[in-house]
T-cell receptor
Framework: EAQVTQNPRYLITVTGKKLTVTCSQN?????MSWYRQDPGLGLRQIYY???????DKGDVPEGYKVSRKEKRNFPLILESPSPNQTSLYFC?????????????FGPGTRLLVL | TQLLEQSPQFLSIQEGENLTVYCNSS?????LQWYRQEPGEGPVLLVT?????EVKKLKRLTFQFGDARKDSSLHITAAQPGDTGLYLC???????????FGTGTRLKVLA
């Protein structure tokens, strides 16, 4: 089944404790992206990647890191999480960087930083 | 910074009523997409509009892209409880490969 998977789905952590949220897609998509969703603010893009080893900042990259060593995986790293990073996070992928392509979203990761 | 503003933010209607959701910007977008998101899930693409003035229909949903490609609307005819969800518009920030999403319209259709 074609899908985008994220792990973990739920995570409670404390300020400053490094964490990684994994994202994997099995559709051989070139473009992958991370978003955070907050009430009243919609979805905001954190980072995106147009292909292996090619990443760029979205609108809200501060406090986050990403890597794209393999085509299928695009982990999101919070080196030192803070309470303002409490949010619902989505990973997405699409066949190519052409923005008329359909983005396929993962099921989301709900993060609480205490 | 390009922004997409959606209105209304919340909408609660009775089954069978019609409704329109708006997505507006002061900037030109090369294309706009509409997504629907249900609780506990990621957004799912409904449609992409590309040409100014374009109208697309998806069963009871009608999508329109403004002539100047700065705005879009989603019209639902005879809404049903299954239409309940969060509707999001999204567009490409000019000259980049970044997506911008609207703030969303939360629709509830009562049986």
């Amino acid at each position: 089944e074609a899908q985008v998977t994220q792990n973990p789905r739920y995570l409670i952590t404390v300020t400053g404790k490094k964490l990684t949220v994994t994202c994997s897609q099995n559709m051989n998509h070139e473009y992958m992206s991370w978003y955070r969703q907050d009430p009243g603010l919609g979805l905001r893009q954190i980072y995106y990647s147009m292909n292996v080893e090619v990443t760029d900042k979205g609108d809200v990259p501060e406090g986050y890191k990403v890597s794209r060593k393999e085509k299928r995986n695009f982990p999101l790293i919070l080196e030192s999480p803070s309470p303002n990073q409490t949010s619902l996070y989505f990973c997405a992928s699409s066949p190519s960087p052409v923005l008329q392509e359909t983005q396929y979203f993962g099921p989301g990761t709900r993060l609480l930083v205490l | 910074t390009q922004l997409l503003e959606q209105s209304p933010q919340f909408l609660s209607i009775q089954e069978g009523e019609n409704l329109t959701v708006y997505c507006n910007s002061s900037s030109v977008f090369s294309s706009l997409q509409w997504y629907r998101q249900e609780p506990g899930e990621g957004p799912v693409l409904l449609v992409t509009v590309v040409t100014g003035g374009e109208v697309k229909k998806l069963k009871r949903l009608t999508f329109q892209f403004g002539d100047a490609r700065k705005d879009s609307s989603l019209h639902i005819t005879a809404a049903q409880p299954g239409d309940t969800g969060l509707y999001l518009c999204a567009g490409e920030a000019s000259g980049t490969y970044k997506y911008i999403f609207g703030t969303g319209t939360r629709l509830k259709v009562l049986a």
